[in-house]
């Protein structure tokens, strides 16, 4: 989420007014899509995932607040972003991870590699 929304004061209350620039980041197993519109989560764990979001981390009901849900998902804030807007991301997920489905990560990098697909030519 940082790499993804640099300087932008509705995402850090309290800092607004700080340089809040990344040089680079690095994914270490992160959630991309608390939406789970590819229910990677949902046909693993029949929604216990998806409930505990709700519960717990937001605090929300994802059928009524689905624009907080794509907010605080690193993949859904992909489409308004420009690649220069990017920072370098290392993306590191086993697929044994027993939480966060790998599908999740590989969904991300796939849309990050069309942001920044110049970079592979």
């Not at 993804?4 to 007014?17: A, I, K």
């Not at 998806?50 to 689905?66: E, L, T, Y």
Request: glycine residues 6%; negative net charge; aromatic residues 16%.
């Amino acid at each position: 989420m940082m790499a993804l929304t640099q300087n932008q004061p509705q995402y850090q209350p309290g800092f607004e007014d700080f340089n809040t620039s990344l040089s680079g980041c690095v994914d270490l197993y992160g959630v991309h899509d608390f939406t789970d519109h590819q229910q990677y989560w949902s046909s693993r764990d029949n929604g216990f995932f998806k409930g505990f979001i709700q519960k717990a981390i937001v605090q929300k009901s994802m059928k009524r607040d689905f624009d907080e849900f794509a907010k605080a998902s690193p993949v859904h804030l992909l489409k308004n972003l420009k690649s220069q807007q990017i920072p370098p991301i290392l993306g590191i997920h086993g697929n044994r991870d027993t939480l966060v489905p790998i599908e999740d990560a590989v969904y991300f990098y796939d849309a990050l590699k069309v942001h920044l697909i110049f970079f592979f030519f």
